[in-house]
């Protein structure tokens, strides 16, 4: 079993750029999928990020493509989102996953899947 924990939001403006950090515990992290997922006020979590074990494949909404990058620190256990040029559209508690199954499978919502309690990112306009 993996426990994550999500670090990193906060409050930004229009255009700027914020980190988020996931911290994952467990012996076979390195064998886990991560990925990130929002949940906006009122509407249902979507899937923004993926990455693979071994960090080689990665996956992106096409909202978010261009602007976040997703990686991942198999030495330190750690997995991050890289988010630039941030839209008021942004706006939501994000979370971190990480599933033993495909990082594929992860974006489409198939397999066990282990969630953080999440991080609030607010984007003023």
């Known amino acids: 079993q993996v426990q994550v924990v999500e670090s990193g939001g906060g409050l930004v403006q229009t255009g700027g750029s914020l980190r988020l950090s996931c911290a994952a515990s467990?012996?076979?992290?390195?064998?886990?999928?991560m990925g990130w997922f929002r949940q906006a006020p009122g509407k249902e979590r979507e899937f923004v990020a993926a990455?693979?074990?071994?960090?080689?494949?990665?996956y992106y909404a096409d909202s978010v493509k261009g602007r976040f990058t997703i990686s991942r620190d198999n030495a330190g256990n750690t997995a991050s989102l890289q988010m630039n040029s941030l839209k008021p559209e942004d706006t939501a508690a994000y979370y971190c996953?990480?599933?033993?199954?495909?990082?594929?499978?992860?974006?489409?919502?198939?397999?066990?899947?282990?969630w953080g309690e999440g991080t609030l990112v607010t984007v003023s306009s």
């Open positions: 996953a990480a599933t033993a199954a495909s990082a594929a499978s992860l974006k489409s919502g198939y397999g066990m899947t282990y």
């Open positions: 467990g012996r076979t992290y390195s064998a886990y999928a």
């Open positions: 990455i693979s074990s071994r960090g080689g494949i990665t």
